[in-house]
């Protein structure tokens, strides 16, 4: 089973990208997704999680300028970015974790570049 991540690019400040990452995994109504991120030199931090019953959660710097989001029926879960920062700038990651299995699968990362 893949994750496919799609959709970073570069942007000016204070601009918006969509990120999609899609898959082909059975029972995906059920899965645990994230958006991860990682900028040169620092860490992969969480930037936002949504579980099987859609319940989100937001690193602080992000919340209330991006929003998860997930379609069932595509298979398929968005990070919407609104407001974005230059410290915003790192490659994305998404992320799924399904009940039944233990691994972690984990998306090739999209990179997105915000010009201040």
């Known amino acids: 089973v893949q994750l496919q991540a799609s959709g970073g690019g570069l942007v000016q400040a204070g601009g918006s990208l969509r990120l999609s990452c899609a898959t082909s995994g059975s029972g995906f109504s059920f899965w645990t997704l994230g958006w991860y991120r990682q900028a040169p030199g620092k860490q992969r931090e969480l930037v936002a999680g949504i579980s099987g019953s859609s319940f989100t959660n937001y690193a602080d710097s992000v919340k209330g300028r991006f929003t998860i989001t997930r379609d069932n029926a595509k298979k398929t879960v968005y990070l919407q970015m609104n407001s974005l920062k230059p410290e915003d700038t790192a490659v994305y990651y998404c992320?799924?974790?399904?009940?039944?299995?233990?691994?972690?699968?984990w998306g090739q990362g999209t990179l997105v570049t915000v010009s201040s």
């Open positions: 992320n799924a974790r399904r009940p039944w299995e233990s691994d972690v699968l």
